[in-house]
């Protein structure tokens, strides 16, 4: 093999090498986990809310008629940022007392709770709240509005919501709503609407 040959030899294996270390790259930023959005930041782990102190939070139920959300004030534990969300959240999604029903499918609960700097949440629910859900556009609004309302209402920094199913986004959770963009607080639904 002449020396021209060997150098040509090489070329061609560095090559090789540059091509593979590169398709190597583009597979594992494939399998690796994305944020949902573009600038937002994961929930860093909450503190855990402070033994004891309370505050009072307007969570959401369905009306005794059935078409519309009622509110009801519960005291939740306290806690800053991001564990103040998780708190209102995991009370709204806890098991209502009669008679107070709840629209939220039975079983779901809450993974993770993401905020950004524009004032969005998103709030990864488990997939009970779309396989035990009981369909129709009326239940599915209330499902929605119940989360959505709740933070924005108590959480003045939280202007819009949007949910995620196990950690996906998800077109609907019934086939009715959209829900691929945050949608931001309505009012209209609750019986009485409470000033924000």
């Known amino acids: 093999m002449t020396a021209r040959q060997l150098l040509v030899a090489i070329y061609i294996l560095l090559v090789v090498a540059a091509a593979s270390a590169a398709i190597a790259v583009v597979v594992v930023r494939r399998h690796a986990p ?3 959005t573009p600038g937002m930041a994961a929930a860093a782990p909450a503190p855990p809310a402070q033994p004891g102190r309370k ?8 009306s005794t008629d059935g078409t519309k959300l009622t509110a009801v004030d519960r005291e939740v534990a ?4 991001a ?15 009669p008679p107070l029903v709840s ?4 079983g779901t609960t809450l993974r993770a709770i993401y905020l950004n700097d524009k004032g969005e949440a998103y709030v990864d629910l488990s997939k009970e709240v779309s396989t035990m ?18 933070l924005t209402t108590n959480l003045p920094a939280i202007n819009s919501v949007q949910l995620l199913v196990d950690g996906k986004e998800v077109e609907t959770l019934a ?15 609750v019986e ?3 000033k924000p």
């Open 83 to 97: 564990a103040q969300a998780e708190e209102i959240v995991n009370a709204q999604l806890a098991a209502a007392a």
């Open 55 to 62: 505050i009072k939070a307007h969570l959401y139920y369905v």
């Open 78 to 81: 306290y806690g800053d940022g």
């Open 34 to 36: 994305r944020p949902v």
């Open 175 to 189: 086939g009715h709503i959209d829900l691929r963009q945050p949608l931001e607080q309505d009012l209209s639904l």
């Open 103 to 106: 629209a939220i499918p039975p």
């Open 133 to 150: 859900h009981t369909g129709g556009t009326l239940d599915e609004l209330l499902t929605v509005y119940t989360i959505v309302d709740a």
């Open 192 to 194: 009485q609407p409470v």
